[in-house]
């Protein structure tokens, strides 16, 4: 399977809203605080804000030609030259190592970006995304903490895993 990655386009947005609005489970796949799925031009008009208001840099997975993920970083911090990401597969993609290949990428990516000469890229995740802490610790990042009960999820509380990767880290990989 072809795996590469092409910029967000606006063109993607609606497959984007789909999965957020038909994602059964949204909430424990985002570390963000959980929002009510807004209509749908609520949602474009925010995420075409944020693309062009240089506040978040998203691309789009594809497995042979078809988009069937994002990547996004976000929350950049020019003094300490970090930057948060994030990532979204669709569920008919999941388990096939298109995550793994699209995150190595996206960190290439972002760790060549002109300009910017990140030192490090963080993502946090929710202790029980067995997924999502392979996918992490499979590009080499390492766990830096963990904030305890920082989810509320099926009714209970739940830990939130913080994870880095320091650009010396990736170019000695």
Known sequence: ???????????????????QDEEP??????????QLVHPYPVFRARYVEALSGGGEIAFSVLADARVVG???AYDENPRNRSMEIGYYLSEDARGQGIGR??????????????????????????AENLASIALLE??????????????????????????SL????????
């Open 138 to 163: 499979h590009a080499g990042f390492r766990l830096d903490g963990r904030l305890r009960d920082h989810y509320m999820i099926d009714g209970r509380y739940s830990d939130e895993l913080c994870y």
């Open 101 to 126: 290949e699209a995150l190595a990428l996206f960190v290439g990516i972002l760790f060549t970006w002109p300009g910017k000469r990140l030192h490090k890229l963080y993502a946090t995740t929710w």
């Open 1 to 19: 399977m072809d795996v590469s990655l092409r910029p967000a386009q606006e063109a993607d947005l609606p497959l984007y809203y789909r999965w």
């Open 166 to 173: 320091l650009r010396s880290e990736w170019q000695g990989a």
């Open 25 to 34: 489970h949204w909430d424990r796949y985002s570390c963000g605080p959980v």
């Open 70 to 72: 994002r990547m996004v």
